[in-house]
């Protein structure tokens, strides 16, 4: 038997080997492209030896190395581009140390599991008797020899593992050292002072440089430039193919582009509601359609001279980025054409006049060239190798081109605001027009200054942060509008969305929360990720940007807690979710289990609300651990409120433990009558820190629970549901004392409110001089007003004197009574 085991758990392990092992060897021949999948995949155990992995290790460990050697020989050089380069290699190993190791881990569990697995099998049959003695040695040797196996290969994963790390680390390392070199060149270049283009210094010193620098880039511009002439001349075929990929391009940007605009804006007025977000998805549809129409344009007319086959690679890559600065100038033009909408002002997404969207209706075409001429200039500049003086030319002349387009805004609307503040102060102009008018324009003067006085890398810094900030400003915008109009839409209860979401059975109130919440995380987002933009370089590369974005998104430290977006969202969610758990389990059992239970309201109230306080004590514990706060921090933290309990919050918390006191032994339960320092009332809320009393007049008296606690309460229904009124009334004469009693019995026992049991009773409670003293008690419904039963009586009692021919005599003319009220 125990041969028999041991061969079929050998069999096993050995079928599950060879079907694995293809898929394995697959994913570790592609794991740089494959290695996100596979981490997020289950893990799969495969007793081969690793033959891939080593060789590339090895390689990333050549890389470093030599990577280390060029930082060394480099020293003190100002070239960026150099540094840039290298620091994209360094990340590139970084990343694909990280995927190694998401690989291995997972089958190095599979060898640790299955050694474990291994381990008890052999522990479990050698417990058993020994039936065959010679065939259980042999297959011992088997199992031995596969747990051997087992053991090597895992020992090699974990080296290959801990190697990986290792590289993963000097990789960080090392793109630290590179980052920081690359901040220190920043700060060098951006303060150097150079001699002022108003001096002679700096012309002097371009026309030094001016042969070479000019050499440089003609040749760029002929081999770019010899792609056109080439293929002009190879023959009629070649030039028809030109101009028609240029034919088509206009095709596209003149007849295709305004059609399929005209099919979208069709299509938004019959399924989008007449809202903002028509206003919003026409402004971004604008965008995106400009930015695709003007890159495939582009794209089609390189492809019509067949640049690939015909210039050398850096002038394809010039033409590449060419097209790519095409893309984005495009975006940039349907950007701004959404949200002034000159032609069609009902499309107008900006809250302006049609004075101020004609007036600024030509800037952004300018600005969309100026940041196209950016682009190319400064890819020129890093590829061509200019002098120094050159660069500084490019940009201290686009740093001032760029500060009057600026100043021309708060120009053109100069006369506007102006009409606006003689109009009245209604429609005076807002901050953001005075932010326009004072703001912009001096930031616009010190670039300019900062040219002039010799700080050209400063200046042109500064201009192009400006440019940076604008843009992302503008689409954080829209796509914050947007994103809005979609949330309100989607949660209005009276739209068809909202409808079907109310037939779930939630109410409009909750969905009109829900928006508002949600609404309010966008502009917290926003309001981030425009932080973010401030702070990042300035840069119109969209990768570096998402690189800074991402730094700063990336988990931040507070002390010794570890806070990061990612897990301030998912306490947010964890929060939402807590809320309407919480308020359904609540309604289940306030609607579906308590009413089948004898439970009295007072009880099912105590119940709910401590429920409540546990659930919510739950979440908060949640979140805490989504936020990363450990039981030590908590520590830390109780430490903390320890203090401030000593010193201004113990009256707080003592509320509220008697609070939790109150819920739990019940002493006071709503409905009750209690009588608090000598004021009546009736109980009708208990909350965390105080109790809610009714008084007769219908104002409330917050009491503290601990009042409820340490002090003494007189509860007058703690022992009984209902309510008893006892009322004292003379009779003067000794023989009308029968008829008295009869009469007032009958109307108590006619009451509806008057409960049969306990039965009403009437009874002498004292002679006096004058009259007979009777003392009338009866019991009420807990429900019933003890006042307002004991009035009925009292009224019905006297009508019914009042018919008598002999009237029974009074000595008051109200009778003197006390009443004590409650429900058990």
């Known amino acids: 038997m125990r041969l028999i085991i041991r061969s079929f758990f050998i069999l096993l392990l050995m079928l599950g080997v060879c079907i694995t092992s293809t898929n394995f060897a697959f994913a570790q021949q592609n794991t740089t492209n494959t290695a996100t999948n596979n981490s997020s995949a289950p893990s799969v155990f495969v007793n081969l030896p690793d033959t891939t992995t080593q060789p590339q290790l090895d390689s990333m460990t050549k890389q470093l190395k030599s990577i280390s050697k060029s930082l060394q020989s480099m020293g003190k050089s100002e070239d960026r581009n150099a540094f840039k380069n290298l620091l994209g290699q360094v990340q590139d190993i970084s990343i694909t140390a990280t995927d190694l190791i998401k690989v291995l881990q997972p089958r190095l569990a599979g060898y640790t599991n299955a050694l474990k697995i291994l381990e008890s099998t052999k522990d479990t049959t050698a417990a058993k008797s020994d039936d065959n003695k010679t065939t259980a040695d042999s297959s011992n040797a088997t199992v031995d020899d596969y747990q051997q196996s087992l053991s090597k290969n895992r020992r090699d994963l974990q080296l290959k593992i801990q190697q990986a790390t290792i590289i993963q680390l000097e990789a960080n390392s ?476 113990q009256a707080i918390v003592q509320n509220f433990v008697s609070g939790l006191i109150l819920l739990a032994e019940r002493p006071v339960r709503l409905g009750d009558s209690v009588t608090v320092g000598g004021v009546k009332g009736t109980v009708k809320s208990i909350k965390v820190r105080a109790t809610e009393i009714q008084l007769s007049d219908f104002s409330t008296l917050i009491v503290p629970n601990s009042q409820l606690i340490t002090s003494s309460v007189q509860n007058s229904t703690r022992s009984r549901h209902m309510g008893l009124i006892s009322i004292k009334l003379p009779v003067i004469a000794p023989r009308q004392l029968e008829r008295a009693k009869t009469l007032i019995l009958d109307i108590m026992n006619n009451h509806p409110e008057v409960v049969e049991t306990p039965k009403p009773s009437v009874l002498v409670d004292s002679v006096t001089e004058i009259a007979l003293v009777m003392s009338i008690t009866c019991y009420v419904n807990p429900t019933s007003s003890t006042d307002g039963v004991k009035s009925d009586i009292l009224t019905q009692y006297l009508n019914e004197i009042s018919k008598i021919a002999t009237t029974i005599p009074m000595e008051k003319s109200e009778p003197e009574e006390s009443l004590a009220s409650g429900q058990e």
């Open 174 to 649: 090392q793109i630290a050292q590179i980052q920081q070199i690359l901040d220190n060149i920043q700060q060098v270049q951006m303060f150097t002072h150079l001699p002022s283009p108003l001096s002679g210094d700096f012309w002097a010193q371009i026309s030094l440089y001016h042969k070479t620098d000019q050499a440089r880039l003609t040749k760029i511009y002929t081999d770019f430039s010899s792609l056109f002439s080439q293929t002009w001349n190879d023959g009629l075929s070649s030039r028809a193919q030109m101009l028609g990929g240029i034919l088509v391009a206009l095709l596209i940007i003149f007849f295709a582009r305004p059609f399929i605009e005209k099919i979208i804006t069709k299509i938004v007025e019959r399924t989008v509601p007449p809202t903002r977000l028509r206003r919003s998805l026409m402004t971004l549809c604008a965008a995106i359609l400009s930015s695709i129409t003007a890159g495939v344009s582009a794209t089609v007319i390189f492809a019509s001279l067949g640049y690939q086959d015909n210039i050398n690679h850096s002038a394809f890559e010039f033409s590449q980025h060419i097209i790519h600065q095409l893309y984005f100038c495009g975006f940039i033009l349907g950007l701004y054409r959404g949200f002034l909408a000159v032609k069609s002002p009902q499309w107008r997404l900006l809250p302006i006049g049609d004075k101020t969207a004609q007036a600024v209706n030509i800037l952004p075409i300018i600005y969309a060239l100026m940041v196209f001429l950016l682009g190319v200039v400064k890819y020129i500049n890093s590829t061509s190798g200019v002098s120094i003086f050159a660069q500084q030319l490019c940009n201290g002349f686009f740093t001032i081109l760029a500060a009057f387009l600026f100043l021309s805004i708060p120009i053109k609307l100069r006369q506007i605001g102006t009409e606006r503040l003689s109009s009245g102060t209604n429609n005076a102009p807002g901050l953001g027009f005075f932010f326009i008018a004072i703001g912009l324009p001096i930031f616009c003067i010190v670039s300019i200054i900062t040219v002039l006085a010799g700080y050209i890398h400063l200046g042109y810094s500064m201009s192009v942060w400006l440019n940076w900030v604008i843009l992302v400003f503008s689409t954080l915008n829209l796509l914050k509008i947007l994103l809005i109009d979609i949330t309100n839409l989607f949660f209005d209860p009276d739209r068809w969305v909202g409808q079907k979401i109310r037939l779930l059975g939630i109410k409009p109130q909750s969905m009109e929360q829900l928006a508002t919440v949600i609404t309010g995380a966008i502009t917290v987002l926003t309001v981030l990720l425009i932080i973010a933009s401030f702070l990042s370089p300035g840069n119109f590369d969209l990768v570096i940007f998402a690189q800074h974005l991402s730094l700063i998104l990336q988990t931040q430290k507070i002390g010794n807690i570890s806070i990061s977006f990612a897990s301030i969202a998912q306490a947010f969610v964890i929060f939402i979710i807590g809320i309407y758990v919480i308020r359904i389990i609540r309604n289940w059992l306030n609607e579906k289990l308590f009413p089948k239970t004898m439970l009295d309201h007072a009880t099912r109230n105590s119940i709910d609300t401590i429920f409540n306080y546990c659930c919510w004590i739950i979440v908060a514990v949640i979140i805490l651990s989504t936020l990363g706060v450990t039981a030590q921090n908590i520590t830390w933290i109780v430490s903390a409120l320890s203090v401030g309990i000593g010193f201004g919050l």
